[in-house]
Nanobody, 120 residues
Framework: VQLQASGGGLVQAGGSLRLSCAAS????????MGWYRQAPGNQREMVGG???????NVVDSVKGRFTVSGDIAKKMVFLQMNNLKPEDTAVYYC???????????????WGQGTQVTVSS
């Protein structure tokens, strides 16, 4: 199983970026795909995600600026980030809860992370 994230980069405060993540491999079922971020010296924190029912949510700290969307059936999730602030600077990780191969349990899988840097 692979989660390939893309779309990070350097942007000025107030700018926008769109992150994409695609899952691949011998995936049987996905019940969640989403995004986490980790700034230097901080713990990894959830940003938002989409469940298999299509319900999408982001955490309160980014509401109004970030939007998560995706198509679980197509194994893709996106994060649209608007009005970026320097405090949004972090490595953003794609995450999926999925069943793969002959595994009967859902397990958590992580992408490699993509750097988002917001300059003031």
């Amino acid at each position: 199983v692979q989660l390939q994230a893309s779309g990070g980069g350097l942007v000025q405060a107030g700018g926008s970026l769109r992150l994409s993540c695609a899952a691949s491999g011998n995936i049987v079922s996905i019940n969640f795909m989403g995004w986490y971020r980790q700034a230097p010296g901080n713990q990894r924190e959830m940003v938002g995600g989409v469940n298999a029912a299509g319900s999408a949510n982001v955490v309160d700290s980014v509401k109004g600026r970030f939007t998560v969307s995706g198509d679980i059936a197509k194994k893709m999730v996106f994060l649209q980030m608007n009005n970026l602030k320097p405090e949004d600077t972090a490595v953003y990780y794609c995450n999926a809860h999925l069943k793969a191969g002959v595994n009967i349990y859902y397990t958590s899988h992580w992408g490699q992370g993509t750097q988002v840097t917001v300059s003031s």
